[in-house]
């Protein structure tokens, strides 16, 4: 369906493409628990590229039944337009769990930049997640503008850190937009294992007095954003300044290594692989990398604010972050 923007006309296609893929589910589907609001920017995955956001769609489908909007500013339309459709998967029950999907593609009328226009397909008493998987846009925040006019309608918005250009964006971005909804980053999830494997090599009681005897820090893996994230924590959590130095770029996923430079004793490595990490020679057991499939499924879950997360990017507006 290719139609202008009306809420009614929309709805109906909507129910009657959920009655049709619903059908070969002998228990029926299950209820809506939200709506996801994705704000896209065309051509920002080469042709032939698989797509992040996609895939994380997709690691989420049979899970959580939920409606997806997704709103892209189209370079050259006149006009906007809109497609409805829908996609089902079994959970154990046989139930189908569906996503009723509609796709906006906001013209140089720029109706489908307006809040006002697709607010009421928005389902009323369910949460309202946004999500910008691909920056704020070029067009002089594109999507920035979309949100301060939509702040009284999202619960959470879901960015990457990583596409904003610089940390401090996402800092200011909070500012601007006056802490009306929460706000989670999926580069401060991903590099949740560099928190997590510091905190577990410094935590017996031996380890502890070196705290105060960390002089640098070098990271060898994770993503700029990744690792100025995790600088960041260590200075919060240290109280500090510390020399710090981002050796190698590298998906964390693929494995990581951090060095510890300490007064008066041997520098302190932890390192991790898919096979599991170690720290000082001594083996600590496999860990799983989480997807960004599934961090999407567990922002979904929680509309919890979380307080390190908070207190960190308070940090990165300051002149010496």
């Known amino acids: 369906m290719s139609a202008l923007l009306n809420p009614r006309v929309i709805e109906q296609e909507i129910a009657r493409i959920r009655e049709k893929e619903s059908n070969p589910y ?12 994705i704000f896209r920017q065309e051509g920002a995955i080469p042709p032939g590229e698989p797509d992040p956001a996609e895939t994380a769609l997709q690691y989420m489908l049979g899970k959580r039944p939920a409606r997806i909007i ?11 337009e809109v497609w409805v459709s829908g996609r089902c998967f079994p959970d154990k029950r046989n139930r189908g769990v569906c996503f009723e999907e ?6 140089d009328d720029a109706v489908g930049l307006d809040p006002g226009a697709w607010a009421p397909l928005l389902i009323r008493d369910l949460p309202v997640f946004a999500w910008i998987p691909d920056g704020l846009g070029a067009d002089e925040g594109t999507w920035e503008g979309a949100l301060l006019k939509a702040a ?8 990457d850190s990583g596409r904003l250009g610089e940390l401090s964006a996402l800092w200011e971005l909070r500012q601007r937009t006056a802490g009306a909804f929460l706000l989670s980053d999926f580069s401060w999830r991903r590099s949740r294992v560099l928190r997590e494997q510091t905190a577990r090599a ?6 502890r007095p070196f705290l105060a005897s960390v002089q640098s820090v070098r990271l060898y893996g994770g993503s700029e954003f ?3 994230l995790f600088f960041l924590w260590l200075r919060v959590r240290l109280g500090r300044e510390i020399l710090v130095d981002h050796a190698a770029a590298g998906a964390l996923a693929e494995g990581f290594r951090v ?12 390192g991790c692989t898919k096979g599991g990490c170690l720290s000082r020679g001594e083996e600590k057991g496999a860990y799983r990398f ?3 499939g599934e961090i999407l499924l567990e922002e979904v879950d929680t509309l919890s604010r979380d307080p390190v997360f908070v207190e960190v990017l308070a940090h990165a507006g300051r002149p010496d972050a």
């Open 152 to 159: 009284g309608l999202i619960d959470k918005l879901l960015v």
């Open 102 to 107: 509609v796709r906006i593609e906001s013209g």
């Open 26 to 37: 002998s228990s029926g589907t299950k209820t809506n628990l939200f709506t996801l609001v």
């Open 70 to 80: 997704t709103i892209t500013k189209a370079r050259r339309a006149p006009r906007t």
């Open 226 to 228: 990744e690792a100025s």
């Open 290 to 292: 989480t997807t960004d």
């Open 259 to 270: 060095t510890f430079k300490l007064t008066g004793a041997p520098d302190l490595d932890i």
């Open 202 to 207: 410094f935590d017996p009681p031996a380890m």
